[in-house]
């Protein structure tokens, strides 16, 4: 079952359990973006001071890998630095965009590393960088 | 003797086998039909032996080309019953038979009173529509300031004609529907839109995408005006369609693409152009492919459209049953077997309520179970706006389908609610 490598148990975790989901105050940022072939969009929101990431909010609607995008990039960058989390962004993106020949670093990636197998899946790589790039834009217009 | 065992034999891919050894449930044939043996080797067969241009090759090859290119309009007229084979005017696709329609509207060559549209006359479609009978009619009313209208559909997914009478009025130039609706199911009915349409005088047009591939089409007596459809869902190939119009009004439209072959003189500053249906077929056309679409229609002609659609009416009842039994499915559409064709669109929750995206359902169907299904808007985005869901999962079946098959996707669902329970 090819299916396995891509619904890996964290992510169907995260898509269950969604971490840091909905939208909050204060922010700094608010973006709105969508994938028009399938419909899945999120509004995002992050807080950031003096260079730390402070809260990454969103609500959106969507397949699992969307959601749990969401929830896994909530944790990764909410307390970290606004460097450190577009690293790993940039690790991510590489992934995904990879067709799945790339080698993730897992230290800079940590449980992002479970959507690997997504990137096998052309259709399905804009789920997963749905999330991530709404982030990097919300940071950019933060500043 | 329909023996859908046979059948299934004719279609090479549908014994092969998915990476990871999965055999092949192909239920996406509304999106696009396999293609038997009889179509694949009558195009190898051109190709290799008999290929040239059409029409304008005055040499062996050329007469063989074009003597198979135009039999291939005499077996798609025969198969929609079309008065005469002039009538069948060859596309690239169904989209480009709406358009070629829709741009003789409120174009300044037509001289016909029943093609001169502006402000103040209104063109009708409906809520059920694919994008290729939505977006043409739009582009028709911004061009010439022209208001689009639309029948509402009602929650069991069958056209409101409630308000007909208001809704097509003397101020309406064309009314365009779909005969088969690609994500309810729907067979609308035609012929009370069609009465008012007359009393009005205005034209009618049919996509009837999905529905020539499934039933027997009889152009005549389905009365209207113009009819599309498209090769690649009727077990032909892909880049070939179909414009039936009848010839009085074909004569009375401008032609819709200028170039090789459309005229009949030219001169630096005018032309004069041929006779249907070679005024509207400009440039090389898909010669192999019109062909092959050709030979599609004397395969389901050897069949027998009857047959066919009866197979897939025990088919879809089967299908509604099996998919019924599933708890946290709703079918998109009639649950009911009637005036319906096979094509099941539905939404799926898991056992605690929640909605599990199509998306999500495709996926685990296909990499676990080797079936093929449809997911998103179907390129209808406005009815799945009217039931205020973003997307369905679409099971559509066709001849070479069997109950086996709607049996798999049974379990197949059920497993997906275990996975995302």
């Known amino acids: ?143 | 003797m329909f023996d859908v065992d046979l059948i299934r034999k004719d279609f090479p891919v549908l014994s092969r086998e998915l990476p990871g050894g999965r055999s092949l449930v192909y239920l996406d044939s509304g999106n696009s039909s396999q293609k038997p043996n009889q179509v694949i080797d009558t195009m190898r067969d051109h190709l290799a032996h008999h290929y040239s241009n059409v029409g304008r090759a005055h040499h062996t090859l050329g007469a063989e080309s074009t003597a198979a290119y135009e039999d291939a309009r005499d077996a798609v007229a025969a198969f929609v019953k079309a008065p005469s084979r002039d009538e069948i005017v060859f596309t690239k696709n169904a989209s480009e038979a709406l358009n070629l329609v829709a741009y003789a509207f409120g174009n300044p060559i037509a001289t016909d009173a029943r093609f001169k549209v502006g402000p103040g006359d209104e063109i009708v479609i409906s809520e059920m529509e694919h994008h290729s009978n939505i977006v043409p009619w739009q582009l028709l009313a911004q061009r010439t300031g022209a208001t689009l209208r639309w029948f509402t559909v009602t929650d069991e997914g069958r056209l409101d004609l409630d308000g007909l009478d208001d809704l097509v009025n003397e101020r309406t130039k064309i009314v365009s529907i779909v005969h088969q609706s690609n994500v309810l199911g729907t067979v609308n009915s035609v012929s009370p839109i069609l009465a008012r349409a007359r009393e009005v005088g205005a034209l009618m047009m049919l996509d009837a995408s999905q529905s020539v591939p499934h039933m027997p089409v009889d152009v005549t007596e389905l009365g209207v005006d113009f009819v599309a459809f498209t090769g690649h869902k009727m077990v032909g190939p892909s880049g070939i369609g179909v414009l039936w119009g009848r010839r009085e009004l074909l004569d009375a439209m401008p032609p819709f693409l200028g170039g090789g072959e459309m005229i009949e003189a030219v001169w630096m500053d005018r032309s004069t152009y041929a006779p249907v249906p070679h005024k509207f077929e400009a440039g090389t056309p898909p010669i192999v492919e019109a062909i092959g679409l050709g030979a599609a229609a004397n395969y389901l002609t050897g069949i027998g459209m009857a047959d066919v659609k009866a197979h897939e009416k025990a088919l879809t009842g089967y299908a509604l049953d099996a998919l019924g039994e599933i708890p946290g499915l709703k079918v998109i559409g009639p649950r009911t077997n009637i005036a319906r064709g096979g094509t099941i669109s539905f939404t799926l929750k898991n056992l605690s309520g929640d909605d599990i995206h199509p998306h999500d359902v495709g996926q685990i169907l296909d990499d676990a179970f080797g079936i093929a299904v449809r997911v998103g808007h179907h390129c209808a985005r406005p009815l799945h706006l009217r039931f205020g869901i973003p997307a369905t999962t679409r099971a559509s079946l066709y001849l070479y389908n069997t109950t086996d098959e709607i049996d798999a996707l049974a379990r197949g669902l059920h497993h997906v609610q275990k996975v995302f329970g």
């Open chain 1, 1 to 143: 079952m090819i299916a396995e490598s891509m619904y890996q148990e964290l992510i169907l975790e995260h898509y269950k359990h969604p971490q840091g989901r909905g939208l909050r105050d204060p922010f700094d940022a608010e973006v709105h973006h969508v994938n028009p072939t399938c419909g899945d969009e999120i509004t995002l929101r992050v807080k950031v001071d003096e260079g730390k990431v402070l809260d990454v909010s969103y609500e959106g609607q969507g397949c699992s890998i969307s959601q749990a995008a969401a929830s896994v990039l909530h944790e990764l960058a909410t307390g970290s630095t606004v460097e450190e989390s577009l690293g790993v962004v940039d690790e991510f993106t590489r992934l995904m965009q990879g067709r799945g020949q790339v080698e993730a670093d897992e230290d800079v990636l940590g449980d992002a590393v479970a959507f690997a197998g997504v990137a096998k899946y052309p259709a399905r790589v804009k789920c997963a960088l749905l999330s991530w790039m709404a982030y990097k834009d919300a940071v950019v217009r933060s500043a």
